[in-house]
């Protein structure tokens, strides 16, 4: 059983600043790439930032400047800073993993945090 705990989300002013943190646990070998996604209300999910095992990056090009994607491989933990934030980063925020079992580059299947809500508003 691979689970993503998801935590940091809530209501933050426009301009202002949050950290989402994503740990895994469970039978794993180790994790290819993680990212961070995004559902707000009547959109479909979108990506907003992933990283590989080696830290290489990648973002959405709303988001380019103000996120940063990194993670903890001890940890197991992918983090999303997210700064001056704005009213249309509101929505759900879904982390993802793909997760190796062995240390062949095979079985790998991706898992999904349960979503936390971020919320920009005055």
């Known amino acids: 059983q691979v689970q993503l705990g998801e935590s940091g989300g809530g209501l933050v002013q426009p301009g202002g600043s949050l950290r989402l943190s994503c740990a895994a646990s469970?039978?794993?070998?180790?994790?290819?790439?993680m990212g961070w996604y995004r559902q707000a209300p009547g959109k479909e999910r979108e990506l907003v930032a992933s990283?590989?095992?080696?830290?290489?990056?990648n973002y959405a090009d709303s988001v380019k400047g103000r996120f940063t994607i990194s993670r903890d491989n001890a940890k197991r933990t992918v983090y999303l800073q997210m700064n001056n934030l704005k009213a249309e980063d509101t929505a759900v925020y879904y982390c993802?993993?793909?997760?190796?079992?062995?240390?062949?580059?095979?079985?790998?299947?991706?898992?999904w945090g349960q979503g936390t809500q971020v919320t920009v508003s005055s």
């Open positions: 469970g039978s794993i070998f180790s994790i290819n790439d």
């Open positions: 990283i590989t095992s080696g830290g290489s990056t």
């Open positions: 993802n993993a793909d997760v190796r079992f062995r240390a062949q580059p095979w079985p790998h299947f991706a898992f």
